[in-house]
């Protein structure tokens, strides 16, 4: 029906620009292109993984294989794929945190000319705070999946019956006197739901933003560990007697994962977590527990606001050897069109959030996502990665410190706190445990002598 001309390792069909600048048709490839993708197993990417056959329909000579892992398997099976140049994914999904970090090593790829010539993607929709996350010296590194920060759910229900009002902004303080009014352990609930289980993105991400709020901090202007600052020692004591008093059962093994569940299922009248659960959450809710949900955003002390800013990003490794291929696929999965397909498919509950400025316009999203969609963007705009504590310090990042030791100083301190959770040690012992381990990391990089 028509004719082919070889363009590099395309196939162009006279079929022709206007159908594909219309978005009808796609250059096909000479040889068939299986892209392997790597990707967080959280609710809104599983969605991704199942209306994939929307994108091999537009683009048949693109086949996608995923490889969808929980987070604390997905950061080393990624990280070794890139740093060791294996060339195993040409897509990766990766945080806020690995963005900088390896575009600076050269491990991804500059998306710039590609986001910059392809107008159909809208590069100037994407949310500033959140573009920023996945951009390095002005340049985009990955395609925004995902945007967040985090504020409380809590039960309306369960705060009428017992006479409590949740505040717009409640302090830590009134959360813990909450959590101490509404356990009730003979009715299989808590008072509070926390992230218990050890890892840097886990347990600590949320206890990073009590110590920030709390006037602690990791490190000084020196690089000094500041964890046994009393400041820093008063946040950790507070998160860990909280779960330890009000938290759900066995909490040193629970992530957002668990929280979701027990929230969902009506076994904790709190949850402080993730904004990008909330759609989720209301999805797994029954009717019952579903119309009594609130929230409200991330408890303060010291701070004016405290939640934190992440970005899940896709982005390409440079040992990738189809790579224009890859960015099709990036782009569709974190475009507009993608939003509204995952929407209409799977539910508003179900469409990444806090990417883009068009998903707040659209008029079925606002409806079902009126419960929390303006306290998500509030929540997103008013963190400050650049000055996450009240004290001065040389790093940014609110719920992590952007340096490639902070891996190794999070995980090491965080299976310290679970062991404080859990009982197995005190909460003086996880510090000066993490004090001394953070120290021997920051010589050994040179940080401090």
Same mark, same amino acid.
């Given at each position: ?47 991704? *993984? ?183 020692? *008063? ?131 606002? /409806? ?49 706190? *679970? ?29 401090? /002598?």
């Amino acid at each position: 029906m028509y004719s082919k001309a070889r363009f590099g390792s395309f196939a162009v069909s006279s079929c022709f620009v206007a159908l594909a600048g219309a978005g009808l048709c796609a250059p096909a490839y000479s040889d068939p292109v299986t892209l392997t993708v790597a990707l967080a197993a959280n609710p809104q990417m599983q969605t991704a *993984a199942k209306l994939i056959g929307n994108f091999e329909q537009k683009y048949p000579d693109i086949k996608v294989q995923f490889q969808t892992l929980p987070e604390n398997q997905l950061r080393p099976a990624v990280l070794k794929d890139v740093a060791t140049k294996s060339g195993q994914y040409d897509v990766v999904m990766i945080g806020a945190y690995e963005v900088p970090l390896w575009a600076q090593k050269g491990w991804i790829v500059d998306l710039s000319s590609y986001a910059n010539s392809d107008t159909a993607w809208d590069q100037a929709d994407l949310l500033k705070p959140i573009r920023n996350l996945v951009s390095y010296q002005g340049k985009m590194y990955a395609t925004p999946f995902y945007g967040s920060s985090s504020f409380l759910f809590y039960r309306k229900d369960l705060f009428a019956k017992a006479g409590l009002t949740m505040p717009a902004t409640p302090t830590w303080d009134q959360v813990a006197q909450y959590a101490a009014k509404l356990d009730d352990k003979s009715a299989n609930v808590s008072g509070i739901c926390l992230r218990g289980v050890p890892g840097w993105g886990q347990n600590l991400a949320s206890l990073t933003t009590v110590i920030n709020t709390f006037g602690g901090r990791w490190f000084d202007q020196k690089w000094q560990p500041q964890l046994s600052d009393p400041k820093s020692k *008063a946040a950790i004591s507070f998160y860990v007697n909280l779960i330890r008093q009000h938290g759900q059962p066995d909490a040193a093994k629970d992530g957002w994962q668990e929280c979701l569940q027990l929230f969902s299922q009506g076994h904790a009248a709190m949850w402080y977590d993730d904004t990008v659960f909330a759609g989720p959450v209301l999805d797994q809710a029954g009717p019952g527990l579903r119309d009594n949900i609130g929230f409200a955003m991330a408890p303060v002390k010291d701070t004016k606001a405290s939640g934190w800013l992440w970005a899940w990003g896709l982005s390409i490794p440079t040992t990738s050897k189809n790579k224009d291929a890859a960015w099709k696929l990036i782009a569709w999965l974190t475009s507009p069109e993608y939003i509204k397909l995952a929407g209409s498919k799977a539910g508003w509950g179900q469409v990444p959030p806090g990417s883009r400025t068009s998903t707040y316009q659209l008029p079925d999203y606002k /409806k079902a996502t009126a419960a929390f969609s303006d306290l998500t963007l509030a929540s997103i705009n008013s963190a400050d990665p650049l000055h996450p504590t009240v004290m001065p310090v040389p790093y940014t990042g609110v719920q992590y410190v952007d340096i490639p030791e902070f891996e190794q100083v999070g995980d090491f301190t965080s299976q310290q706190i *679970a062991g404080a959770i859990s009982g197995q040690i005190t909460v003086d012992q996880a510090i000066d445990a993490s004090q001394k381990k953070i120290v021997e990391i920051m010589q050994d990089g040179g940080y401090i /002598k």
